[in-house]
């Protein structure tokens, strides 16, 4: 099975940019499809953004525009970058991975977004 360490996660103001990252071990990344999400406090885990093993990407409506994400499956590592970032964006930001026809099964240990206004 896969392992996923996320790391990137900071503090930044309004407005500003980060890039998460995402490595993968045990599995190649390839084999998956991999997601970020992310959790607020006294919020449930949301859905932010997914890239789809055979190619192609989807978002949630709250980031569309925003925040690109991205895979280099030769460094076995997906990426989220974040930019024009906003208050609601801080969160506990989770990397995920699944197979077809599966619930995300596998998930990093998460890294801590602040946006400060």
């Known amino acids: 099975q896969v392992q996923l360490v996320e790391s990137g996660g900071g503090l930044v103001q309004t407005g500003g940019s980060l890039r998460l990252s995402c490595a993968a071990s045990?599995?190649?990344?390839?084999?998956?499809?991999m997601g970020w999400f992310r959790q607020a406090p006294g919020k449930e885990r949301e859905f932010v953004a997914a890239s789809w093993r055979g190619g192609g990407a989807g978002y949630a409506d709250s980031v569309q525009g925003r925040f690109t994400i991205s895979r280099d499956n030769t460094q076995n590592t997906v990426y989220l970058r974040m930019n024009s970032l906003k208050p609601e964006d801080t969160a506990v930001y989770y990397c995920?991975?699944?197979?077809?026809?599966?619930?995300?099964?596998?998930w990093g240990q998460g890294t801590q977004v602040t946006v400060s206004s």
């Open positions: 995920a991975a699944k197979v077809l026809g599966r619930t995300w099964d596998y």
């Open positions: 045990g599995r190649t990344l390839s084999s998956y499809h």
